[in-house]
């Protein structure tokens, strides 16, 4: 989804390709390395965007009450089967300032995190079961989405007027519609 709303967002794409210019510039082994990585804010700002507005597991893992609990005013009685909508508190403009807007400078000088303790960005959820894969996954967002656009431009197809940033799926999700983006070499 990050190529979708980049694609979608021109002027972040611009702005995340202008930072790795400025802060890594042309590399003479054309070589990106892990430690560039820690040289770009914005970037990593673009993919924090990306899981609030489409956190690839919108429903978390099911969790199951251990005893009677009282939520919001609202009695859950043991044994019940709990859902967290991480999809839907990532929009919800109690929040969120225009929520439906992919806009990663939000986060500048904001402490808000997705490790778990803010829950109003809870794309690895939060707890006990937090996704043990988080700081592998996106170690693996960032540096691959750090190649991509320090090698290419992209841009929609010529027929393409405009795109789509629907979503489709269950447990997890993806793009509805197949993403078809052209690249172009920059280096
Ligand atoms: C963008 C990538 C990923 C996202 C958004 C993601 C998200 C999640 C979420 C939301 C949960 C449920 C947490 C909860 O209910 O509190 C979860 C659980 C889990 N994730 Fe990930 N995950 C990602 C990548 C990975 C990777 C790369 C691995 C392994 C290398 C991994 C392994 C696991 C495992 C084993 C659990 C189950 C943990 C448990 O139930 O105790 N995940 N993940």
């Known amino acids: 989804m990050i190529w979708a709303e980049l694609v979608k967002n021109p ?4 702005k995340a390709q202008e930072e790795i210019q400025t802060c890594i510039g042309i590399k003479a082994n054309e070589r990106i390395e892990e430690e560039d990585l820690d040289k770009l804010q914005y970037l990593k700002l673009v993919v924090k965007e990306t899981l609030r507005l489409h956190p690839p597991a919108p429903l978390l893992l099911p969790r ?10 609202y009695d859950i009685p043991p044994k019940s089967l709990l859902m967290v ?4 508190i990532g929009r919800d403009p109690k929040y ?7 806009n990663p400078e939000r986060f500048i000088d904001s402490p808000m995190d997705y490790k778990g303790h803010n829950f109003e960005l ?5 707890g006990r079961r937090i996704c043990p894969g988080m700081v592998s996954a996106i170690a693996t967002i960032e540096f691959s989405l750090l190649n991509l656009l320090y090698f290419f431009d992209w841009k929609l197809p010529d027929e393409k007027k405009d795109m789509d940033v629907e979503e489709y799926g269950d447990v997890t999700i993806v793009k509805k519609v197949p993403l078809v ?5 920059r280096h």
């Open 85 to 88: 909508n991480a999809w839907s």
């Open 122 to 126: 809870l794309p690895f959820g939060s």
């Open 11 to 14: 002027r972040v794409m611009k």
């Open 96 to 102: 969120w300032e225009n929520p439906e807007e992919f």
């Open 181 to 185: 983006v052209v690249p172009i070499l």
């Open 64 to 73: 199951e009450t251990m005893s009677h609990i009282k939520i919001q005013g």
